[in-house]
Protein backbone atom coordinates (compact mmCIF):
# COMPACT_ATOMS: atom_id res chain seq x y z
CA UNK A 1 0.00 0.00 0.00
CA UNK A 2 3.30 2.01 -0.40
CA UNK A 3 4.26 4.55 -3.28
CA UNK A 4 7.53 4.69 -4.79
CA UNK A 5 9.22 7.11 -6.78
CA UNK A 6 12.62 7.18 -8.72
CA UNK A 7 14.43 9.74 -10.31
CA UNK A 8 17.81 8.91 -11.98
CA UNK A 9 19.73 10.76 -14.86
CA UNK A 10 19.96 8.80 -18.25
CA UNK A 11 21.93 5.75 -18.46
CA UNK A 12 21.77 5.05 -14.85
CA UNK A 13 19.38 2.38 -15.53
CA UNK A 14 16.26 4.12 -13.40
CA UNK A 15 13.43 3.01 -15.56
CA UNK A 16 14.76 -0.39 -15.89
CA UNK A 17 14.78 -0.46 -12.11
CA UNK A 18 11.35 0.87 -11.31
CA UNK A 19 9.89 -1.49 -14.19
CA UNK A 20 11.67 -4.23 -12.43
CA UNK A 21 10.19 -3.19 -8.66
CA UNK A 22 6.62 -2.66 -9.96
CA UNK A 23 6.41 -6.27 -11.56
CA UNK A 24 8.42 -7.90 -8.23
CA UNK A 25 6.19 -6.18 -6.14
CA UNK A 26 2.44 -6.21 -8.31
CA UNK A 27 2.79 -2.38 -8.42
CA UNK A 28 1.79 -0.12 -11.13
CA UNK A 29 3.89 1.52 -13.40
CA UNK A 30 4.29 4.46 -13.75
CA UNK A 31 6.04 7.22 -16.27
CA UNK A 32 5.85 10.08 -18.65
CA UNK A 33 4.32 8.57 -21.46
CA UNK A 34 1.76 7.20 -19.08
CA UNK A 35 1.36 11.32 -17.54
CA UNK A 36 1.35 12.30 -20.98
CA UNK A 37 -1.17 10.04 -22.39
CA UNK A 38 -3.28 10.41 -19.07
CA UNK A 39 -2.77 14.60 -19.10
CA UNK A 40 -3.72 14.63 -23.36
CA UNK A 41 -7.16 12.30 -22.55
CA UNK A 42 -8.37 14.27 -19.49
CA UNK A 43 -7.33 17.90 -20.19
CA UNK A 44 -7.15 17.80 -24.07
CA UNK A 45 -3.42 19.65 -24.14
CA UNK A 46 -1.86 18.01 -27.17
CA UNK A 47 0.91 15.52 -26.11
CA UNK A 48 3.48 17.46 -28.38
CA UNK A 49 2.96 20.66 -25.70
CA UNK A 50 3.14 18.29 -22.81
CA UNK A 51 6.56 16.92 -23.91
CA UNK A 52 8.24 20.03 -24.30
CA UNK A 53 7.21 21.03 -21.04
CA UNK A 54 8.68 18.37 -19.94
CA UNK A 55 11.78 18.13 -21.91
CA UNK A 56 12.89 21.60 -22.73
CA UNK A 57 14.11 24.12 -20.14
CA UNK A 58 11.82 26.98 -20.54
CA UNK A 59 12.57 30.65 -20.70
CA UNK A 60 11.75 33.23 -18.47
CA UNK A 61 8.93 34.24 -21.05
CA UNK A 62 8.08 30.86 -21.05
CA UNK A 63 7.75 30.85 -17.36
CA UNK A 64 5.67 34.22 -17.65
CA UNK A 65 3.06 32.60 -20.07
CA UNK A 66 0.77 30.14 -18.93
CA UNK A 67 1.73 26.91 -21.12
CA UNK A 68 4.35 25.65 -19.14
CA UNK A 69 2.61 26.04 -15.96
CA UNK A 70 -0.35 24.35 -17.63
CA UNK A 71 1.34 21.43 -18.63
CA UNK A 72 2.89 20.93 -15.69
CA UNK A 73 -0.38 21.39 -13.29
CA UNK A 74 -1.83 18.98 -15.51
CA UNK A 75 0.77 16.58 -15.34
CA UNK A 76 0.87 17.05 -11.90
CA UNK A 77 -2.99 16.48 -11.05
CA UNK A 78 -2.45 13.29 -13.00
CA UNK A 79 -0.22 12.09 -11.16
CA UNK A 80 -1.58 12.79 -7.55
CA UNK A 81 -4.42 10.88 -8.99
CA UNK A 82 -2.39 7.50 -9.42
CA UNK A 83 -0.73 8.06 -6.55
CA UNK A 84 -4.02 8.28 -4.54
CA UNK A 85 -4.64 4.53 -5.53
CA UNK A 86 -1.24 3.27 -3.52
CA UNK A 87 0.84 0.14 -4.88
CA UNK A 88 2.85 2.39 -7.53
CA UNK A 89 6.04 3.21 -8.67
CA UNK A 90 6.95 5.96 -10.74
CA UNK A 91 10.32 6.76 -12.63
CA UNK A 92 10.18 10.56 -13.88
CA UNK A 93 10.96 14.13 -12.82
CA UNK A 94 7.25 15.49 -13.30
CA UNK A 95 5.83 16.27 -9.41
CA UNK A 96 8.97 15.30 -6.93
CA UNK A 97 8.33 18.06 -4.66
CA UNK A 98 3.90 17.55 -4.08
CA UNK A 99 5.18 14.11 -2.63
CA UNK A 100 8.13 15.48 -0.05
CA UNK A 101 5.73 15.61 2.99
CA UNK A 102 4.13 12.23 2.24
CA UNK A 103 5.14 9.73 4.39
CA UNK A 104 4.32 6.50 3.27
CA UNK A 105 5.73 7.67 -0.31
CA UNK A 106 9.65 6.35 -0.59
CA UNK A 107 11.83 8.71 -2.91
CA UNK A 108 15.03 6.92 -4.31
CA UNK A 109 17.40 8.61 -6.22
CA UNK A 110 19.59 6.40 -8.66
CA UNK A 111 23.21 7.42 -9.10
CA UNK A 112 26.41 5.75 -11.51
CA UNK A 113 29.24 6.94 -11.91
CA UNK A 114 29.57 8.85 -15.56
CA UNK A 115 32.05 6.79 -16.79
CA UNK A 116 30.09 3.78 -16.29
CA UNK A 117 27.24 5.67 -18.14
CA UNK A 118 29.74 6.96 -20.79
CA UNK A 119 30.24 2.99 -21.67
CA UNK A 120 27.07 1.97 -21.13
CA UNK A 121 25.63 4.45 -23.74
CA UNK A 122 28.84 4.33 -26.01
CA UNK A 123 27.91 -0.29 -26.43
CA UNK A 124 24.45 0.58 -26.75
CA UNK A 125 24.42 3.20 -29.57
CA UNK A 126 27.92 2.79 -31.63
CA UNK A 127 28.80 6.60 -30.26
CA UNK A 128 33.12 7.69 -29.93
CA UNK A 129 32.94 8.25 -25.76
CA UNK A 130 34.03 11.77 -26.27
CA UNK A 131 30.35 12.60 -28.03
CA UNK A 132 28.73 10.72 -25.47
CA UNK A 133 30.21 12.46 -22.99
CA UNK A 134 29.52 15.89 -24.10
CA UNK A 135 25.69 14.62 -24.61
CA UNK A 136 24.89 12.86 -20.93
CA UNK A 137 26.76 16.11 -19.73
CA UNK A 138 24.61 18.35 -21.75
CA UNK A 139 21.61 15.82 -20.76
CA UNK A 140 22.38 16.17 -16.94
CA UNK A 141 22.59 20.06 -16.67
CA UNK A 142 19.60 20.24 -18.82
CA UNK A 143 17.37 18.44 -16.22
CA UNK A 144 19.08 20.61 -13.07
CA UNK A 145 18.25 23.52 -15.12
CA UNK A 146 14.58 22.57 -15.87
CA UNK A 147 13.63 21.57 -12.39
CA UNK A 148 15.47 24.65 -10.74
CA UNK A 149 13.39 26.59 -13.41
CA UNK A 150 10.29 24.54 -12.93
CA UNK A 151 10.70 23.83 -8.82
CA UNK A 152 13.45 25.86 -7.70
CA UNK A 153 14.98 22.88 -6.58
CA UNK A 154 18.54 20.95 -7.37
CA UNK A 155 16.81 17.84 -8.05
CA UNK A 156 19.82 16.06 -7.83
CA UNK A 157 20.75 16.67 -3.98
CA UNK A 158 20.53 13.48 -2.17
CA UNK A 159 18.28 15.32 0.49
CA UNK A 160 15.38 14.98 -1.46
CA UNK A 161 15.43 11.67 -1.13
CA UNK A 162 14.79 8.58 1.47
CA UNK A 163 17.20 6.71 -0.70
CA UNK A 164 20.13 7.03 -2.90
CA UNK A 165 21.32 3.89 -4.74
CA UNK A 166 24.81 3.78 -6.54
CA UNK A 167 24.09 1.05 -9.04
CA UNK A 168 27.78 0.81 -9.50
CA UNK A 169 29.12 -0.55 -12.97
CA UNK A 170 25.57 -0.96 -14.48
CA UNK A 171 25.93 -4.39 -14.58
CA UNK A 172 22.86 -7.12 -13.64
CA UNK A 173 23.75 -8.08 -10.27
CA UNK A 174 24.10 -4.44 -9.12
CA UNK A 175 20.81 -3.85 -11.07
CA UNK A 176 19.21 -6.81 -8.86
CA UNK A 177 20.77 -5.90 -5.81
CA UNK A 178 19.35 -2.09 -6.26
CA UNK A 179 15.82 -3.56 -6.91
CA UNK A 180 15.95 -5.85 -3.40
CA UNK A 181 17.22 -3.07 -1.66
CA UNK A 182 14.60 -0.66 -2.52
CA UNK A 183 11.79 -3.03 -2.09
CA UNK A 184 13.29 -4.39 1.00
CA UNK A 185 13.21 -1.02 2.54
CA UNK A 186 9.78 0.26 0.66
CA UNK A 187 8.20 -2.66 3.22
CA UNK A 188 9.82 -0.86 6.19
CA UNK A 189 6.89 0.48 9.27
CA UNK A 190 8.53 4.13 8.43
CA UNK A 191 6.87 3.83 4.41
CA UNK A 192 3.74 2.15 5.13
CA UNK A 193 0.48 4.45 4.64
CA UNK A 194 -1.23 5.88 8.26
CA UNK A 195 -4.24 7.64 8.62
CA UNK A 196 -2.35 10.72 9.00
CA UNK A 197 -0.10 10.28 5.42
CA UNK A 198 -3.35 8.89 3.56
CA UNK A 199 -5.39 12.07 4.07
CA UNK A 200 -2.00 14.49 3.58
CA UNK A 201 -2.18 12.63 -0.36
CA UNK A 202 -5.93 13.16 -0.15
CA UNK A 203 -5.09 17.06 0.28
CA UNK A 204 -1.99 16.98 -2.03
CA UNK A 205 -4.55 14.99 -4.85
CA UNK A 206 -7.10 18.00 -4.10
CA UNK A 207 -4.49 21.07 -4.60
CA UNK A 208 -3.14 19.30 -8.02
CA UNK A 209 -6.49 18.65 -9.25
CA UNK A 210 -7.95 22.38 -8.47
CA UNK A 211 -4.77 24.32 -10.08
CA UNK A 212 -4.97 22.07 -12.92
CA UNK A 213 -9.01 23.16 -13.38
CA UNK A 214 -8.05 27.24 -12.05
CA UNK A 215 -4.54 27.85 -13.85
CA UNK A 216 -5.67 29.76 -16.63
CA UNK A 217 -7.25 32.09 -14.34
CA UNK A 218 -3.78 32.71 -13.15
CA UNK A 219 -0.51 30.94 -14.78
CA UNK A 220 1.21 31.73 -10.88
CA UNK A 221 -2.12 30.50 -9.07
CA UNK A 222 -1.28 29.18 -5.77
CA UNK A 223 -3.18 26.10 -3.63
CA UNK A 224 -3.54 24.50 -0.19
CA UNK A 225 -6.21 22.09 0.93
CA UNK A 226 -6.03 20.98 4.19
CA UNK A 227 -9.40 18.76 5.32
CA UNK A 228 -11.57 20.48 2.77
CA UNK A 229 -10.65 23.91 3.70
CA UNK A 230 -9.06 25.32 0.30
CA UNK A 231 -6.53 27.75 0.54
CA UNK A 232 -5.71 29.95 -3.04
CA UNK A 233 -3.00 32.89 -3.50
CA UNK A 234 -4.38 34.23 -7.24
CA UNK A 235 -3.03 37.73 -8.42
CA UNK A 236 -6.61 38.01 -11.04
CA UNK A 237 -8.06 39.02 -8.54
CA UNK A 238 -6.13 41.57 -6.36
CA UNK A 239 -8.21 44.50 -8.58
CA UNK A 240 -11.79 42.78 -9.11
CA UNK A 241 -15.04 43.69 -7.04
CA UNK A 242 -16.20 41.57 -4.10
CA UNK A 243 -19.03 39.81 -6.19
CA UNK A 244 -15.92 38.28 -8.77
CA UNK A 245 -14.26 37.24 -5.98
CA UNK A 246 -17.25 35.41 -4.37
CA UNK A 247 -17.98 34.27 -7.68
CA UNK A 248 -14.74 32.58 -7.93
CA UNK A 249 -15.20 31.04 -4.47
CA UNK A 250 -18.23 29.65 -5.51
CA UNK A 251 -16.76 27.88 -8.56
CA UNK A 252 -14.22 25.90 -6.44
CA UNK A 253 -16.83 24.74 -3.69
CA UNK A 254 -18.47 23.28 -6.67
CA UNK A 255 -15.58 20.82 -7.19
CA UNK A 256 -15.91 17.26 -4.84
CA UNK A 257 -14.27 17.65 -1.49
CA UNK A 258 -14.15 20.93 -1.36
CA UNK A 259 -15.89 22.65 1.98
CA UNK A 260 -14.37 26.02 2.46
CA UNK A 261 -12.43 28.40 0.34
CA UNK A 262 -10.16 31.27 1.36
CA UNK A 263 -9.20 33.42 -1.45
CA UNK A 264 -5.81 35.46 -1.21
CA UNK A 265 -4.43 38.26 -3.19
CA UNK A 266 -1.23 39.07 -0.99
CA UNK A 267 0.92 36.08 -0.77
CA UNK A 268 2.59 36.84 2.20
CA UNK A 269 -0.60 36.31 3.96
CA UNK A 270 -1.39 33.17 1.87
CA UNK A 271 1.91 31.67 2.93
CA UNK A 272 1.13 32.64 6.37
CA UNK A 273 -2.59 31.60 6.56
CA UNK A 274 -1.35 27.79 4.44
CA UNK A 275 1.44 27.26 6.47
CA UNK A 276 -0.62 27.76 9.95
CA UNK A 277 -2.94 24.55 9.06
Partial sequence: ?????????????????????????GYEYVNKHVLLSAATKEFGMPESKLTRAIKDTPSILDMFSNGTQRSIAYMEAVLAEYMLKDDIVYHGRVGHPIVQGISHVLKVQIIAKLEDRIGLKTKQEHMSPEKTRKIILAEDAQRKKWAKAIYDIDITDPGLYDLVINVGRLEAEDAEDAVETIISTVKHKKFQPMTYSLNCMKDVALSCHLKAVLINTDSTIQLKSHKGTVFVYTRALKRKKQRQVLDFKERIMAIDGVEHVEVYTEKDLFLTMARGQ
Wanted: net charge positive; glycine share 8%; hydrophobic share 40%.
Fill in 1 to 25: MSIITIFANSYSKGEELAEKVGKKM
